[in-house]
């Protein structure tokens, strides 16, 4: 073997640079340590054969009359500068990659780009042994007409590392640029990429990035705000509106007390009156779940305050109707009654309020009536290992207390007013006979029931504990 390396040092080196370029493609992870060491020494052992057989990098090949080996050396030596230049881009990208992660990329490109391009030049002037002036002033010419049919092209690259530098948005931030709404997916020496909501594909070039309006959704990184505009009749009271939506913001459970939610009026005018509610949550993946929560809790309290969303058609309600009337309307269990049934339904049906903090109906309580939410926020609440939670929050037209009237039980939960509540209340000697004769009521009461009785078990059984494995093949692992 060491015989081979010095009589045929040329094929050697050859070699060599065949094994680096093989493992180029076959290690990905540049930033491994051992991969950067095995490359360096593959490096060193090319110029050490270079050097052993006379040929220095800085001047041209010695065999001049001797045609094949001369055009082999000069290849060889070319390759060494190159080779070199690549090992060089590979270190400091390594460096580049542990100090600023993937924002440093394009910086790194663009060093990588002038470090080739001063070993291109160095192999002109040392191994090809061309005037590099002549080069350069050629080049200067030429990089100025390439320069200007690339000027937007250029114009990304400088914009992409102004980018980079000032760092509005990075990897995994979900950002706005001009209206446009996504994921940052890349962010490369011409344009960033964005995955929107509908799951394509946005490229947007870094000069327009630049330039553009840009809003970071995922800083500060613990809330996210969500907004809900709503635009009712210049004619409601907006005491009435406020106060309404106020109880739909302490309704959605899942908006944070810190920033605390706000609601206001964005504009007004002679056709509507526009309120925006705002508030935070703690996860991206929560806005839009919450917003269309909000959004339907706010439908419902402006409805029970008697206030409409404004629209091109507006409704008709039917004249003189009741609160209790209206609420059996309302009511998706009771929607089926016939007209007639509601009417005798709403004389049989008592308000009674309740102030905030004012328990509804105790845990484990059997009630004897049934009551519908008309205005307010009722908080449910269950324990779990002896501690109380809150497990959701109730608005206008849910019903409390079916357990008691269809089957004389109760549930593990706490029904307690959150905000002043108003609730109409049916007594069990009423409405017993009722369900007994439309099996289309009850069986919609007894799903609710069963569906409550579910939730409050899953959300208070223990979760199970991951045991974990033990025996000999574990205890072999763990001494690997």
Not at 60 to 71: E, I, Q, R
Not at 338 to 343: A, L, P, V, W
Not at 428 to 451: E, F, G, S, V, W
Request: glycine share 8%; charged share 20%.
């Amino acid at each position: 073997m060491l015989s081979f390396l010095t009589e045929h040092p040329l094929i050697c080196a050859m070699a060599l640079i065949l094994i680096d370029l093989g493992l180029w493609r076959l290690i990905g992870d540049n930033r491994n340590p051992w991969k950067l060491l095995l490359r360096v020494t593959i490096f060193a052992l090319y110029s050490l054969l270079l050097f052993n057989e006379g040929l220095n990098p800085m001047e041209p090949p010695p065999w001049a009359d001797n045609v094949p080996l001369h055009l082999a050396a000069t290849g060889l030596q070319i390759g060494w500068w190159l080779f070199g230049a690549r090992m060089l881009t590979v270190l400091i990208g390594a460096v580049m990659m542990q100090r600023v992660g993937h924002t440093g990329r394009l910086l790194q490109d663009l060093l990588g780009a002038v470090i080739f391009l001063i070993a291109i030049i160095a192999a002109l002037a040392y191994v090809l042994d061309l005037p590099v002036k002549g080069v350069l002033a050629t080049s200067g010419a030429l990089a100025i007409i390439v320069g200007l049919a690339l000027q937007s092209t250029l114009s990304d690259v400088f914009s992409g590392i102004v980018l980079n530098t000032t760092k509005p948005y990075q990897l995994d931030d979900y950002i706005s640029i001009d209206g446009m709404e996504g994921r940052v997916t890349d962010i490369d020496w011409r344009a960033t990429r964005l995955q929107t909501s509908q799951g394509c594909m946005a490229v947007i070039p870094n000069s327009l990035a630049a330039k553009a309006k840009i809003i970071n959704f995922s800083r500060p990184s613990d809330m996210f705000g969500i907004s809900v505009s709503l635009e009712v009749s210049p004619h409601a009271r907006p005491n009435t509106v406020i106060e309404a939506l106020e109880r739909a913001m302490q309704g959605c459970r899942f908006l944070l007390e810190t920033p605390s939610p706000n609601v206001g009026m964005k504009c007004a005018s002679n056709t509507g009156v526009v309120y925006e509610i705002n508030g935070f949550v703690a996860s991206m993946d929560e806005k839009r779940s919450v917003r269309n929560q909000l959004f339907d809790l706010a439908y419902r309290h402006l409805q029970a305050s008697g206030v409409n969303l404004l629209s091109s058609v507006e409704p008709n309600p039917p004249g003189n109707l009741s609160r209790p009337r209206a609420l059996l309307d309302s009511s998706p269990i009771f929607s089926t009654l016939r007209q007639e049934e509601k009417d005798t339904f709403s004389q049989n049906m008592m308000l009674q309020s309740f102030r905030a903090g004012e328990t509804i109906l105790e845990a484990g309580e059997v009630s004897d009536h049934l009551f519908i939410i008309e205005s307010g926020v009722v908080t449910v609440t269950l324990t779990r290992h002896g501690a109380p939670f809150e497990s959701g929050r109730m608005g206008p037209g849910e019903v409390i207390g079916e357990a008691g009237i269809l089957a004389d039980s109760s549930v593990p939960a706490r029904f307690t007013a959150k905000t002043f509540c108003a609730l109409y209340r049916i007594e069990k000697a009423y409405l017993k006979p009722c369900l007994d004769a439309r099996h289309d009521i009850n069986d919609a009461m007894q799903t609710l029931l069963d569906y409550r009785l579910l939730k409050a078990k899953t959300l208070t059984q223990d979760l199970p504990v991951t045991v974990e494995k033990k025996g000999f093949l574990r205890w072999l692992r763990n001494r690997v």
